[in-house]
């Protein structure tokens, strides 16, 4: 069975602190990784999509990585509007139609 | 604006009485799915389609159903609706079914008494 774990639950920074949050996941046969950002009450917020080991994007001061077993989320200088839960979901081959297993979610803080 | 869109976005209902949860999305995606959200248990999917008239079961489909009679248009229903149906819900469409990123609405705050 698929499965991700986020790290850690919950993020406190200073603004301009930079960090990385954590995805770590068991697919069997990865088709692809999304990264989603998360206000509260309000839809996935669509980020990231890597497919294969070595990958990387980035986005303003966001930047995510891909290796075998685990994505990062690399968050460089943050601002108070990066204040978010961060989401993480893989989708495996062997689930047939596209199924998104999705992870607990790591809540950043940025304190100004 | 290419967008999912949701109705309503909040509902406050009792037990047993019929509900409907619409979904629609102007970007002529063929993947539809629905997802509940609970504390504690993430995002969880409910149902899915692949295209017009092809729908099947998520993780969590007991007490509800769908319809896609139109590319369009992924309407959620909850035929006899429970407490323990109280929940965040979420529509989301992609171009297509297998490595497509996935959109989302708003979402639906349904309680249900």
């Known amino acids: 069975e698929d499965q991700v774990t986020q790290s850690p639950e919950a993020l406190r920074l200073q603004e301009g602190e930079s960090s990385s949050l954590n995805c770590s996941y068991t697919?069997?046969?990865?088709?692809?990784l999304f990264w989603y950002r998360q206000d509260p009450g309000k839809g996935p917020e669509f980020l990231f999509t890597?497919?294969?080991a070595g990958e990387e994007k980035e986005k303003e001061r966001l930047k995510a990585t891909l290796t075998k077993k685990e994505s990062f989320l690399h968050i460089t200088a943050p601002k108070p509007e990066d204040s978010a839960t961060y989401l993480c979901?893989?989708?495996?081959?062997?689930?047939?139609?596209?199924?998104?297993?999705f992870g607990q979610g790591t809540r950043l803080t940025i304190n100004p | 604006e290419a967008q999912v869109t949701q109705n309503p976005r909040y509902l406050i209902t009792v037990t047993g009485k019929k509900l409907t949860v619409t979904c629609s999305q102007n970007?002529?995606?063929?993947?539809m799915s629905w997802y509940r959200q609970d504390p504690g248990l993430g995002l969880r999917q409910i149902y899915y389609?692949?295209?017009?008239?092809?729908?099947d079961k998520g993780d969590v489909p007991e007490g509800y159903k769908v319809s896609r009679k139109e590319k369009r248009n992924f309407p959620l229903i909850l035929e006899s609706p429970s407490p323990n149906q109280t929940s965040l819900y979420f529509c989301?469409?992609?171009?297509?079914?297998?490595?497509?990123?996935?959109?989302f609405g708003p979402g639906t705050r349904l309680t249900v008494l």
């Open positions: 697919v069997s046969g990865l088709r692809g």
């Open positions: 970007m002529n995606h063929e993947y």
């Open positions: 890597l497919y294969s």
């Open positions: 989301a469409s992609s171009l297509s079914p297998r490595g497509d990123t996935q959109y």
């Open positions: 979901a893989v989708e495996g081959v062997g689930q047939g139609a596209q199924k998104l297993v």
């Open positions: 389609s692949m295209n017009v008239e092809v729908t």
